[in-house]
């Protein structure tokens, strides 16, 4: 397990220990603590599995040193794979559909890696298809397949969710999580779950997502500006293991964008708005659990800030709603 408190041999023994922090917005009764994952050096929760998933990949002889990975992705996974692939003889080229955030497709060019554009049209679907058509061009290459593959579940399993357990002296009452792949949520909830079998799981999407529809939820499909969770697709992952999860909480753009900003100028911390989505999420969840309405078996609430504000600046975060709305 990583810790900070020796010199390092290489940037990915720098990869977790993140920081767990209270925030200040939350009811006395039932704190919220959020695992600020922009610690990471790649900036992102992903930081996690990228290391862990090449290490793995390389492991099983799925890709020799040397050979190439080839992966869809709108920028976070894209950038930790890329920093991975530096440290372990790989090389990368990701497929990135249009419409994400050009500082995440700056910083994967800038770690070395080869990108390949794509329209948003296709989702994930026909990003993940073409990445399967460039690999296969190779010799020596492996698509990793984050939406897929047990490591990206794994890394998470073995290390984030033990921290968030020590942090808590395992007295973790509800986990609130935005979900993509499912894979931080997964990971985290297999971990705290064997310390604590009844912990109160909730699933953050942002409204006009339809993963909520996995647990028989009704849910229109719309447009929606929060990036990095969500999806039109509940059947997009194979991650996600709906029996685990007590509820799919929807949250609103506006609401996110407004803690972004809250989350900002009154704590301090500067957070994508997935992160403003699951503090929303997390704050509700601790009032509803201060007021006797819902079950817990701790009083405290967990969750997870994925990314940094400074990587949506292009996307005028912490302009007006109206700004951020509008900006493609
Ligand atoms: N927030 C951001 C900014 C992300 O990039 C991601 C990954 N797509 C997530 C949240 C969700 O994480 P996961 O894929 O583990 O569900």
């Known amino acids: 397990m990583t810790t900070h408190d020796t010199s390092k041999a290489s940037v990915l023994d720098t990869i977790g220990e993140t920081p767990l922090v209270e925030l200040d917005a939350a009811p006395g009764a039932v704190p919220v603590y959020a695992k ?14 990228g290391k862990h998933i090449l290490e793995g990949l390389l492991d099983r002889g799925e890709v020799e040193p040397g050979g190439t990975i080839v992966e869809p992705t709108a920028g976070n996974t894209g950038i930790a794979l890329a920093i991975a692939a530096t440290q372990l003889d790989l090389d990368a080229i990701f497929v990135v559909p249009d419409g994400f955030s050009v500082e995440k497709e700056r910083l ?50 073995h290390t984030t969710g033990p921290e968030i357990l020590d942090a808590l002296d395992g007295e973790v009452g509800a986990i609130v999580i935005g979900i993509g792949s499912g894979g931080t949520l997964t990971g985290i909830v297999r971990a705290v779950r064997e ?15 339809t993963f909520g529809s996995l647990l028989g939820d009704d849910r229109e499909e719309g447009p929606y500006k929060i ?33 972004v900003q809250r989350l ?10 997935s992160s403003g989505a ?32 400074e990587r949506y600046l292009s996307k005028n975060i912490y302009g007006s709603f109206e700004e ?5």
């Open 278 to 309: 699951a503090s929303v999420a997390a704050r509700q969840v601790a009032e509803e659990i201060a007021a006797d309405e819902r079950d817990a078996p701790f009083d405290t609430v967990v969750t997870v800030f994925p990314d940094g504000g």
């Open 195 to 209: 310390q604590v079998p009844d912990v109160h799981v909730v699933a953050v999407e942002p409204e006009g997502s």
């Open 227 to 259: 990036e990095g969770i969500g999806t039109h697709d509940p059947d997009v992952t194979e991650l996600l293991e709906p029996a685990e999860i007590d509820e799919f909480l929807p949250v609103s753009d506006r609401d996110a964008h407004a803690e």
């Open 264 to 273: 900002a100028t009154a704590e301090g911390h500067l957070v994508g708005s």
């Open 324 to 328: 951020w709305e509008e900006k493609s």
């Open 36 to 49: 600020a994952e922009t610690f990471n050096p790649g900036g992102s929760v992903k930081d996690r599995i």
């Open 108 to 157: 994967m060019a800038a770690l070395g890696a080869e990108i390949d554009h794509i329209s948003g049209d296709g989702g994930m679907a026909a990003a993940t298809e073409r990445a399967h058509e460039i690999a296969d061009t190779f010799d020596n290459a492996v698509v990793p397949q984050q939406f897929a593959t047990p490591l990206n579940v794994e890394a998470h399993y």
